[in-house]
């Protein structure tokens, strides 16, 4: 009896014991999905243009989720064509929403283009989640706008996804809509009123847009459809599964990846390290866990930058390797979308052609980049300031580390030479000399190897940090620290390249705000000097309005007539799809 | 054991698992995997003294609280008040740390009696920051800063040897923070020099304390009077 009490007693303290996957490793587990709308300024564009767009995270219900409830802080967006990627963009969401825009660069070729949008998150879910939509784009140059839409045969039973035809209205309105007139003069001013008719104070996050009617694609799914189309494919967290391999970016980037043997099976315990090429000594590490996975969580000090990821080999190098997850990978083929552009639109793309070439030869642009606040950032450092710096342009010109240890730092010594070549430190506080060869750090890089680095002299170098200390970051234990600082990194660092993984990180992309020219409506300015050729009359891609609220919000039309396409597009904090439209005429 | 007890355990047994369950979802991510790392010398401070060279004697768990931001929770960290350092034991290797100070914000020590929680802190006149006890932070501020410092010296026998033994007592200094941010050192516990940290309010302080019969003889006293010096303040400004 004693015997099974004690065997229950301890079980019950097992499973008492907070839980460790591998010392530390263990993702989140949220189990409400996340889901993503992107919102585009039009669907029919010029090379040369840029493509505008919104972008709404909500959750599974299509709920924009409670402010208690934490929502992924970053979205990846990835514009391609059925042939390669053409541009990404990480964008920073405040609040689950964020705007921007594409570039859309001068030498694109004809053809459908698939804009798609995803948070890391979302990786976990079926890709079916991702949000996918087409846009066409025309080569500025390109008279006979030809293009591949596909076979004919197959296009003509085509259907996109689980997608539905565009809705015309909401089923329900929650929003009035109305235009201060239907019918406007050139370069005067109107106003879109938006009445919230919603009951309670939820709010409502809207995108506002004025384009010439035809720039929307049929096929392309309204936030309804894929709300709808996409619900089969959230799934929720089953706790006795796998944890989800990607991360919920809540406060920063998150770089996964995996390290796997030459077998090509997963290592687990394998310590991961990260440095940034800088002239701070940095350094992050992450322990693999059962699935061989690793992770990161970046501050922005490691945007823009290049990263260098290594295994530390505590004995025998066993053949291991890193793979770094890439964050705007899509594993899904492209889709070619049902249908072609109907003639109305193709006449339309011949002439924005037009409007684009006017643009290009007056040079005007009617977007603002919104400068983002400039922010503190936090590398990871292994110590704050080195116990002792040395300038060595600061001494007598010395041909070598060799001479320059030899002359100038007392506490480091190098034995022998080249490939026999072994260093040591004394420490500082004992004035001892350390048992084991100290951690090496080339212009911020740890690497093991010093070799090519102890031939540089007094010219190359910028400076050397010596920090002779026993000393312990984390769960590493180093003998003492070297950091060389040469005057090019890159071309030193070249040579102990192949010891790394490199990864390029980018800033998160910018915000971008229409700014159109401002025009009064009583008094309409008529500016001979400067073309007003804009076909995109109203962009307001963020607009908060709670029940009760009416929002107004003035436009300005350009020098062009013909009828345009009020758009309203948005979702409620309840998760109700919206969407409006109505023609404006201008004459 | 009686059926009851056994009974008990099978039951606390069959709920084991949920406990897992709950376990995981409540573990955060950004906050277990991603922790920041602690840095610092391994040290070895286990030289014989008469007195403690620590805060509290015992390790403590505690939080650190990193200048990003980040903050980490350690199951034993000490205030080194004889070497003015913060030490971290690490969990595995036991290994005695001294913490790259410049990288942290502020610590708290978890203590039953209290949670002691040290911020950066510039003396006037003094070169570089040091941790001080964060003991009042209202509009006004109290820190401590927890010296202790050697006051003799006595010969004693230590593992076979003559050694001489520094006698180590603490010497806490106090300062005051005005809502302004004027720093005033209390040099000696008294109501006078307590009165002179707020000019201006001298005889309203006076009073006040009279009215408490305080008369700050001890750290207890000086915090209680704070308070009220702050609560009597902050009305003021109301």
């Given amino acids: 009896m004693k015997t099974i009490v004690l065997l229950l007693t301890g079980f019950i303290v097992f499973q008492a014991l907070p839980q460790q996957a591998n010392g530390q490793i263990v993702p989140k587990d949220h189990t409400i999905p996340e889901g993503l709308f992107i919102h585009t300024d039009r669907e029919l564009l010029v090379a040369g243009e840029y493509l505008l767009f919104s972008l709404s995270l909500f959750n599974d219900n299509g709920r924009m989720g409670d402010k208690q409830q934490e929502i992924s802080r970053y979205a990846y967006l990835v514009l391609r064509n059925e042939h390669e990627m053409i541009d990404h963009q990480r964008v920073k969401l405040e609040n689950g929403s964020a705007h921007g825009g594409f570039y859309l660069e001068d030498t694109l070729s004809t053809g459908y283009y698939e804009i798609s949008g995803f948070t890391n998150w979302m990786r976990n879910q079926a890709s079916g989640t991702f949000f996918r939509k087409h846009i066409f784009v025309a080569n500025r140059f390109d008279e006979e706008l030809t293009f591949s839409a596909g076979n004919p045969e197959e296009i003509k039973n085509r259907t996109i996804d689980d997608g539905q035809p565009r809705e015309t209205a909401s089923p329900e309105k929650k929003f009035r809509l109305n235009i201060s007139d239907s019918i406007f003069p050139r370069r005067t001013r109107g106003y879109v009123n938006i009445e919230a008719d919603m009951q309670g104070d939820h709010q409502g996050r809207l995108t506002v847009s004025i384009a010439p009617e035809g720039s929307y694609l049929e096929h392309n799914p309204t936030l309804a459809a894929y709300l709808s189309a996409t619900a089969k494919h959230f799934k929720a967290h089953d706790p006795t599964a796998e944890p989800f391999p990607y991360f919920m970016e809540t406060k920063g980037m998150v770089i996964s990846g995996q390290v796997t043997d030459e077998n090509g099976q997963a290592v687990p315990g394998s310590r991961v390290t990260l440095s940034k090429q800088d002239t701070l000594v940095n350094l992050k590490y992450a322990d693999t866990c059962d699935g061989g996975l690793f992770h990161f969580l970046l501050d922005p000090y490691y945007d823009a930058s290049r990263l260098f990821f290594s295994i530390v080999h505590e004995g025998e190098n066993t053949g291991e390797t890193i793979h770094l997850f890439e964050k705007a990978e899509v594993d899904f083929p492209f889709a070619m979308p049902g249908g072609i552009p109907s003639q109305e639109q193709l006449d339309l793309l011949v002439k924005t052609q037009d409007v684009v070439s006017i643009q290009k030869a007056y040079g005007l642009n009617h977007h603002d980049i919104v400068k983002d606040k400039d922010k503190e950032v936090f590398p990871s450092l292994v110590y704050s300031r080195a116990n002792d710096i040395f300038y060595p342009e600061e001494y007598v010109p010395l041909n070598d580390v060799y001479e320059i240890t030899r002359e100038l730092i007392l506490s480091w010594r190098i034995r022998g030479r080249g490939e026999e070549a072994t260093h040591i430190m004394t420490d500082a506080t004992l004035r001892q000399r350390m048992n084991d060869t100290p951690v090496f750090f080339a212009d911020g890089v740890i690497t093991d190897n010093i070799l090519p680095y102890l031939e540089l002299g007094s010219e190359d170098l910028l400076k050397i940090e010596a920090h002779d200390f026993h000393w312990q970051y984390g769960n590493m234990y180093f003998p003492g620290i070297i950091s060389i600082f040469t005057k090019d990194p890159q071309f030193h660092f070249d040579q102990i390249r192949e010891n790394y993984v490199g990864l390029l990180t980018d800033n998160p992309a910018v915000a971008l705000r229409f700014a159109p020219p401002e025009y009064n409506k009583t008094t309409p300015q008529i500016n001979h000097e400067k073309p007003d050729a804009r076909q995109v009359l109203l962009w307001e891609p963020d607009i908060r309005i709670e029940g009760g609220q009416t929002v107004s919000l003035p436009f300005y039309t350009s020098d062009l007539n013909g009828r345009f396409v009020v758009t309203l597009q948005g979702i409620t904090e309840r998760g109700e799809p919206v969407f409006q439209q109505q023609i404006i005429e201008v004459q | ?238």
Avoid at chain 2, 25 to 31: C, H, L
């Fill in chain 2, 1 to 238: 054991m009686t059926r009851l007890t056994f009974t008990i355990l099978i039951a606390f047994a069959s709920l084991a698992p949920l406990k897992d369950a709950f376990s995981q979802t409540i573990r955060d991510s950004n906050n277990n995997a991603f922790s920041p790392r602690l840095s610092g010398e391994v040290v070895n401070y286990n030289v014989p003294t008469k007195g403690s060279q620590y805060l509290f004697q015992d390790w403590l768990p505690a939080r650190v609280l990193f200048q990003s931001g980040e903050s980490v929770e350690v199951a034993s960290l000490r205030y080194n008040g004889y070497h003015n350092t913060v030490v971290w034991r690490h969990p595995k290797t036991h290994r005695h740390i001294r913490l790259d100070d410049l990288l942290i914000k502020e610590f708290s020590l978890n203590h039953p009696a209290r949670t002691a929680r040290f911020v950066r802190f510039q003396a006037p006149g003094a070169t570089e920051t040091i941790f001080a006890e964060c003991l009042f932070d209202e509009n006004i501020r109290l820190l401590a800063l927890r010296n202790i410092e050697q006051t003799d010296q006595v010969v004693e026998s230590y593992v076979g040897t003559m050694v001489s033994v520094p006698v180590l007592e603490p010497r806490p200094e106090y300062y005051v923070v005005s809502a302004a941010g004027e720093v005033t050192r209390i040099s000696r516990l008294n109501r006078r020099n307590l009165e002179r940290a707020f000019p201006g309010n001298e005889r309203d302080i006076r009073r006040l304390l009279r009215q408490h019969n305080l008369r700050i003889r001890n750290e207890a006293e000086l915090l209680e009077a704070v308070t009220l010096i702050d609560d009597m303040l902050g009305q003021e400004g109301r």
